[in-house]
């Protein structure tokens, strides 16, 4: 993930500055998704893991990152009180 790009983007849904989901919670996060129990805000089950991943700044909020693209769509994001 590109460094300029995380210093200008922030969560639409919160407008917080958002940071790369560090490797333990990703690790977290897909074995959450693996057990089948987390779904993301548009009601889709997810059962890939992700290869990287935005969090805000209060650690609420997930995006996912594919192809190094953040996808910072409300429905994509998922709640991280799935997870814990």
Do not use: F
Not at 25 to 45: C, F, H, M, P, Y
Not at 48 to 53: N, T
Not at 65 to 70: A, E, F, K, N
Request: glycine share 4%; with cysteine.
């Amino acid at each position: 993930m590109d460094k300029k790009l995380l210093d200008i983007i922030c969560c639409p849904l919160t407008k917080l500055p958002l940071e790369l989901l560090a490797s333990e919670k990703l690790a977290e996060l897909n074995s959450a998704i693996a057990s089948g129990t987390v779904r993301n805000r548009g009601g889709q089950d997810l059962s890939e893991p992700l290869q990287e991943a935005l969090i805000t700044r209060d650690n609420r909020l997930v995006y996912p990152v594919r192809d190094t693209i953040p996808i910072l769509l409300e429905e994509e994001s998922i709640d991280w009180h799935q997870v814990g």
